[in-house]
Antibody, heavy 123, light 109 residues
Framework: EVQLVESGGGLVQPGGSLRLSCAASGFTFSSYAMHWVRQAPGKGLEYVSAISSNGGSTYYANSVKGRFTISRDNSKNTLYLQMGSLRAEDMAVYYC????????????????WGQGTLVTVSS | EIVLTQSPGTLSLSPGERATLSCRASQSVSSSYLAWYQQKPGQAPRLLIY???SRATGIPDRFSGSGSGTDFTLTISRLEPEDFAVYYC??????????FGQGTRLEIK
């Protein structure tokens, strides 16, 4: 059974940093591009970032480019999102998701999603 | 920038009825690269349809997708109680990639 479990969310002050993790199991993690999608409270979905299966290529939405860094450790079956210079508008539930098409980096179709982790940005 | 507009914002129907949800793009979606997701309160999105009309694994056949170009439709042929949720469309073929519609809330009448 495919499972994705996010962790690392919490309360952070504006301008602060936070690292999210997503532990994957039930599939060959190293064969799939992985993605982050976020959802502000009561709002819709926003695509954030992607990383290729071997970690060699990444993609960021303009809203987070230069502030967020996506990475992965295939030996630990774990995906990361390092978030910096956090703003109020970054407050959201962050979901990690597996790409339906294993090797597609940028075109995203999420076939499995984690339960999400909440990031609150407030002073 | 491609914008997806979903209508109606809220759809009130009864179990057993047919639901038709619309997703209109501001410009043509390349290769019909359009997906539909279902999201229930407190849960992650669930993939229903990709490629405009292909059902994802395990999705009941009462869910169907259609359309091309700028107009896409998600149809639920006979609503079950568990189908009441928010539905999002998402395009993955045009720039900027991976944009979502604002969602349609399907509620019990």
């Amino acid at each position: 059974e495919v499972q994705l479990v996010e962790s690392g969310g919490g309360l952070v002050q504006p301008g602060g940093s936070l690292r999210l993790s997503c532990a994957a199991s039930g599939f060959t993690f190293s064969s799939y591009a992985m993605h982050w999608v976020r959802q502000a409270p009561g709002k819709g979905l926003e695509y954030v970032s992607a990383i290729s299966s071997n970690g060699g290529s990444t993609y960021y939405a303009n809203s987070v480019k230069g502030r967020f860094t996506i990475s992965r450790d295939n030996s630990k079956n774990t995906l990361y999102l390092q978030m910096g210079s956090l703003r109020a508008e970054d407050m959201a539930v962050y979901y990690c998701a597996r790409g339906l098409f294993k090797q597609w980096l940028v075109p995203f179709v999420g076939d499995y999603w984690g339960q999400g982790t909440l990031v609150t940005v407030s002073s | 920038e491609i914008v997806l507009t979903q209508s109606p914002g809220t759809l009130s129907l009864s179990p057993g009825e047919r639901a038709t949800l619309s997703c209109r793009a501001s410009q043509s979606v390349s290769s019909s690269y359009l997906a539909w997701y279902q999201q229930k309160p407190g849960q992650a999105p669930r993939l229903l349809i990709y490629g405009a009309s292909s059902r994802a694994t395990g999705i009941p056949d009462r869910f169907s997708g259609s359309g091309s170009g700028t107009d896409f439709t998600l149809t639920i042929s006979r609503l079950e109680p568990e189908d009441f949720a928010v539905y999002y469309c998402q395009q993955y073929g045009s720039s900027p990639p991976n944009t979502f519609g604002q969602g349609t809330r399907l509620e019990i009448k």
